[in-house]
Each structure stands twice: as structure tokens, then as C-alpha cells.
Nanobody
Framework: QVQLVESGGGLVQPGKSLRLSCAAS????????VSWYRQAPGKERELVAT????????NGADSVKGRFTISRDDAKNTVYLQMNSLKPEDTAVYYC???????????WGQGTQVTVSS
């Protein structure tokens, strides 16, 4: 059974940092591209960043460029999202997605809440 479990969310003040983790099990993790998405209340789900199976990084939302960095550790079956200089508009539920287009596989985690507020 495939599982993606996000962690690391919480309440943080503007300007501070958080690191989210997405731990995977039940799949050959290194063969998957992994993305972070986020969804704020009343808004559509938005792509934040993607990291390919080869470790290439693909940016998503312009609003996070220069502040958020995606990385992966295949030995730990984990992808991270380092979020710096957080802003109130970064408040959202953050979701992890693992996808292998060749295999037609697409998995989602349950999400972790990030709230940026003073």
C-alpha cells in the first residue's frame, strides 16, 4: 500500500522558516517525480515546486521563487520543502504528490497545514 505522509507544518511568524517533509512508503520512490502543491481557503490548488526522479528542480508558483527550495533524499524515501521568508499569503494546506507518467501512477498525501501569522 502506497503512503505519502507530510509533516513539518504549523504556525509560524512572518519572515521565519519551516521545512516540510514528505515520507513515502510502498513504492519505488526514486522512480517518481515529486511535487509540492498548496491550497489556500477559497482558492484552487497551486503547484509550488517539483523535483524529478533525476533530481532536477522545476519551479512552480512565481510567488515562492527564491524563497522555497525542494530537495529529495532517496535513501530516506523523503522529499523536503524548505520554506524561508514566509509570508501570510503562504498560508495553506501543503500537499505532496508522487507521479510516474510512464507507469500511470499518481499518489497524494493527506496534507499539512502551514499558517503564517503574527
Amino acid at each position: 500500500q502506497v503512503q505519502l505522509v507530510e509533516s513539518g507544518g504549523g504556525l509560524v511568524q512572518p519572515g521565519k522558516s519551516l521545512r516540510l517533509s514528505c515520507a513515502a512508503s510502498g513504492l519505488t520512490f526514486s522512480r517518481y517525480a515529486v511535487s509540492w502543491y498548496r491550497q489556500a481557503p477559497g482558492k484552487e490548488r497551486e503547484l509550488v515546486a517539483t523535483i524529478t526522479s533525476g533530481g532536477g528542480r522545476i519551479n512552480g508558483a512565481d510567488s515562492v521563487k527564491g524563497r522555497f527550495t525542494i530537495s529529495r533524499d532517496d535513501a530516506k524515501n523523503t522529499v523536503y520543502l524548505q520554506m524561508n521568508s514566509l509570508k501570510p499569503e503562504d498560508t495553506a494546506v501543503y500537499y505532496c504528490n508522487a507521479r510516474n507518467r510512464v507507469w500511470g501512477a499518481d499518489y497524494w498525501g493527506q496534507g499539512t497545514q502551514v499558517t503564517v501569522s503574527s
